[in-house]
């Protein structure tokens, strides 16, 4: 029997990563990020428990911008695995590597090996942008903000979108960091579409969009993927016990963290 189901996976490593398997009643298979290169095992393993398929297909593949711990799983399966998974559209929004030069090692890799690997998948591929309202089956995508060149930050260029599905609203955010957040608020808040059931963090929940955003979007969950020594700030360089303070400020009801595991929400919620 087909679930509307969000899939937060953990990471193997303990290190930053973004990775979510999304499943519909309708028997869609929708997975945003991904993770590190080092994750592509258990996210391949834990893919063919969700689908019960020995080859899992994957309906549709969202990144949310163009850093390796949320890019280079797809990566990896584009080049390598593709006799494991298979998947039918990739939705992205990513600039010429040369953009990045001089700023952004990692997104200059990223995007150069995305060029390099886009002929796999030139014919799967949707370029997102703001405005673009769309379905994969039953799930409905609502796009804010894509990669803007205002901004030579990898993380503002982090698709913001909004999906429905199953009676609940979700946000997710990739890394969008200020600037990103602060666009969002500003065309969109006074609207009410911002307000959302669910919140994926941004940026692992430290550094990211300002509390604003999730004043706007006004949740009662938030899923963290977010590593034990981000969640503590265990260097402490980080801002994630402020961005904590704000979410309990908030009133928000459950706050679910990958650092204790892989977690499954099952939609809608409450009620």
């Not at 930053?16 to 290169?37: A, L, N, P």
């Not at 960091?177 to 969109?188: I, L, P, Q, S, T």
């Not at 679910?256 to 929400?265: N, Q």
Request: glycine share 8%.
């Amino acid at each position: 029997m087909h679930k509307n189901e969000i899939h937060m996976l953990k990471s193997v490593t303990d290190t930053i990563c973004d990775s979510f398997i999304i499943t519909t009643d309708d028997g869609r298979v929708i997975v945003i990020d991904g993770g590190h290169k080092t994750e592509t095992d258990h996210f391949v393993e834990y893919l063919k428990k969700v689908t019960n398929e020995e080859r899992p297909h994957i309906d549709a593949w969202f990144l949310s911008h163009a850093h390796d711990d949320h890019c280079e799983v797809f990566l990896e399966i584009a080049e390598n695995r593709s006799d494991e998974v298979e998947f039918d559209r990739v939705y992205a929004n990513f600039p010429d590597a040369s953009f990045y030069e001089g700023y952004d090692e990692w997104a200059v890799k990223i995007t150069s090996d995305f060029s390099r690997l886009l002929p796999v998948f030139k014919d799967k591929l949707r370029e997102l942008r703001e405005g673009d309202v769309f379905s994969i089956g039953s799930a409905k995508f609502t796009v804010f903000y894509t990669f803007d060149p205002e901004w030579k930050n990898c993380n503002e260029g982090s698709t913001i979108m909004r999906m429905d599905l199953g009676g609940a609203s979700v946000m997710f955010t990739g890394d969008a960091a200020v600037n990103a957040g602060n666009y969002v608020v500003e065309k969109y808040a006074d609207s009410g579409i911002l307000k959302c059931d669910i919140c994926k963090m941004a940026h692992h929940g430290q550094d990211g969009v300002d509390k604003k955003f999730y004043e706007a979007v006004s949740p009662e969950i938030c899923l963290w993927p977010t590593p034990s020594w981000v969640w503590d700030n265990r260097n402490g360089n980080l801002k994630t016990l402020e961005v904590r303070a704000w979410i309990e400020e908030l009133g928000v009801k459950e706050n679910h963290i990958s650092k204790d595991g892989s977690y499954v929400l099952t939609l809608p919620v409450g009620g």
